[in-house]
């Protein structure tokens, strides 16, 4: 079958963030940042208080860190050796669900079956010792509303989850309860933060200049350091929750997504640019062009990857993909259109992604020149889709010109644990 060309050219142009619309993009992110700042109810960003400033390096002891944030659970005891040094002592991870065998993460399943379950995984960590105290630290990546560091509620599941009993929770409560139910009173957990501040913590507790940390991965979001230059207030880390920033121009397939969403309306950014969500779009584009509209067929971010890396001379990785899942053999040159489809996706999402990133660093630089700064950000969208970090680059140029040199990305892996480890000795303070 020979895809239309048109309909093709449509879709590759529904899908392009062009320069204008791109400084649009930043500039109405900055203006959602300052009020958010002034009067969150006119913002769409959460702006919500993390209770956490940046650490010093010189935090040193040994502590739980809980990674509770996408479908993966890990908790670690890492040692904090100071001078930005760690070390992980030990590891343990779990799915949340398994398919046909149990799902902790289905509207099916209850808060407490959850959490007891990571008691376990906890359990595991300290090597069944109930007796030696530790601080945890929580990574809880999901939007929360923060009274201290402690004392988190859970606002709404992102990433479609839908256990029962935990919107409106104090997540680390439940925690609590559970640790206490499987015989761990000996772990206290002290702190819980979003995984963005977690990377900026892991960041800044091994090097200078970072005060912006980013999730690029199955759910996308971004928290920076507000320094309350002309106030009283210390400096604070705040989470945007800017999957939920809102002044985009969602196209046709975007909104069609959405409604068909675990929660329309919601996290419109994320849904435009997460590894979660866009190999369902490119699907559903596919579907269009190999006239089947409607269906989408289950490809991931991972297919995505590997069909741009496909440069084999007949595109046959990309036609076995595409074969495995939607049952058409295509033609060398659809499956050339193919990659093109998977490339304007990725790159439609870093650019976004960046748009973002500069509205930050124009609201932090007000009238002056942007201060000079490594963006810290983990997730496997930047670490491993091909033209990602590329085209963050690029937009970073595009929008900042010249000052862009002062400016680059950092990969911060692993930073979930590390920063939970940090935030738990934070929270001795
Ligand atoms: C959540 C954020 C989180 C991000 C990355 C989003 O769905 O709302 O709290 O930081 O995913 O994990």
């Known amino acids: 079958m020979a895809f239309d060309k048109n309909q093709f050219d449509d879709i590759i142009r529904e899908f392009t963030v062009d320069g204008g619309r791109l400084r649009e993009i930043a500039a109405d992110f900055r203006y959602d940042l300052q009020k958010g700042l002034e009067n969150p109810a006119e ?46 002592v030990r590891k343990v991870a779990k799915p949340l669900k398994v398919e046909g065998i149990y799902d902790f993460i289905g509207e099916g399943s209850t808060a407490e079956q959850m959490f007891d379950f990571i008691a376990g995984l906890v359990d595991e960590a300290v090597d069944g010792d109930h007796s030696t105290k530790y601080l945890l630290g929580h990574t809880f990546s999901f939007p929360s509303e923060q009274t201290n560091l402690y004392n ?67 759910g996308h979001n971004t928290c920076y350091l507000e320094p309350y230059a002309d106030s009283a207030e210390q400096p604070m880390i705040l989470n945007l929750e800017s999957g939920g920033f809102m002044k985009l121009i969602p196209n046709r397939l975007d909104q ?54 496909d440069d084999s ?3 046959s990785k990309t036609a076995e993909i595409v074969a495995a899942k939607t049952g058409h053999t295509l033609e060398k040159a659809d499956c050339e259109m193919v990659q093109q489809l998977a490339q304007t996706l990725v790159i439609r999402s870093a650019r976004l992604v960046t748009a973002s990133y500069v509205g930050i660093i124009w609201q932090l ?18 670490e491993k889709m091909p033209l990602a970090k590329e085209n963050i680059l690029r937009a970073l140029s595009e929008l900042l010109g010249e000052e862009a040199a002062d400016i680059d990305t950092v990969l911060e892996n692993g930073g979930s644990g590390l920063g939970a480890a940090i935030a738990a000795a934070m929270s001795q303070k």
Do not use: C
């Open 43 to 88: 913002s769409s960003l959460r702006m919500l208080k993390s209770y956490v400033g940046l650490p010093t390096g010189a935090e040193t002891g040994e502590y739980l860190a809980l990674d509770f944030g996408g479908t993966n659970v890990r908790v670690l005891r890492i040692r904090l050796e100071g001078n930005g040094k760690f070390e992980v």
């Open 152 to 218: 988190a509620k859970l606002i709404i599941w992102t990433k479609e989850f839908a256990t029962s009993g935990v919107e409106g929770q104090v997540v680390n409560d439940l925690l609590k309860a559970a640790l206490h139910r499987q015989g761990l009173d000996n772990v206290e957990p002290t702190a819980v933060i979003n995984d963005t501040v977690a990377v900026l913590l892991a960041a800044a507790y091994k090097q200078p200049d970072v005060y912006i940390g980013s999730i690029y991965a199955t």
């Open 256 to 309: 069609e997504f959405d409604q068909n969403s675990e929660k329309p309306g919601e996290q419109r950014l994320e849904k435009m640019v997460s590894g979660r969500y866009m190999g369902e779009l490119f699907g559903m584009a596919l579907a269009e062009l190999l006239q089947e509209k409607g269906r989408s067929y289950g490809f991931t971010s991972i297919d995505m990857s590997n069909i741009i890396l």
């Open 313 to 315: 001379a007949a595109r």
């Open 365 to 382: 630089a007000g009238s002056g020149k942007p201060q000079k700064q490594h963006i810290a950000i983990d997730g496997s969208v930047y």
